[in-house]
Nanobody, 113 residues
Framework: VQLVESGGGLVQPGGSLRLSCAAS????????MSWYRQAPGKERELVAA????????NYADSVKGRFTVSRDNAKNTVYLQMNSLKPEDTAVYYC???????WGQGTQVTVSS
């Protein structure tokens, strides 16, 4: 299992970023996928989840209405569109199939003026 997150960076409050996660080593289209984040000094938390077909999504209350998770099974890639970013969204973001125990390196998102 290989998961490669990208798209992070430094953005001002109110700005947007789109994260991508390229997956390989498993049958991507058969697995639900989730995005997690870990801020300094805090535990890793679930941010968003999407079903294997993309027909069902769930979000943490803290990001609901601002973040959108999607996937392209033809490209083995899951995305996280993040709008109206806040300083408290600063964290390393990871993607992972919840049922598999494998993590990528993550991508750093920093929201600061």
């Amino acid at each position: 299992v290989q998961l490669v997150e990208s798209g992070g960076g430094l953005v001002q409050p109110g700005g947007s970023l789109r994260l991508s996660c390229a997956a390989s080593g498993f049958t991507f289209s058969r697995y639900g996928m989730s995005w997690y984040r870990q801020a300094p000094g805090k535990e890793r938390e679930l941010v968003a989840a999407i079903s294997s077909t993309g027909g069902s999504t769930n979000y943490a209350d803290s990001v609901k209405g601002r973040f959108t998770v999607s996937r392209d099974n033809a490209k083995n890639t899951v995305y996280l569109q993040m709008n109206s970013l806040k300083p408290e969204d600063t964290a390393v973001y990871y993607c992972k199939p919840p049922s598999l125990n494998s993590w990528g390196q993550g991508t750093q998102v920093t929201v600061s003026s």
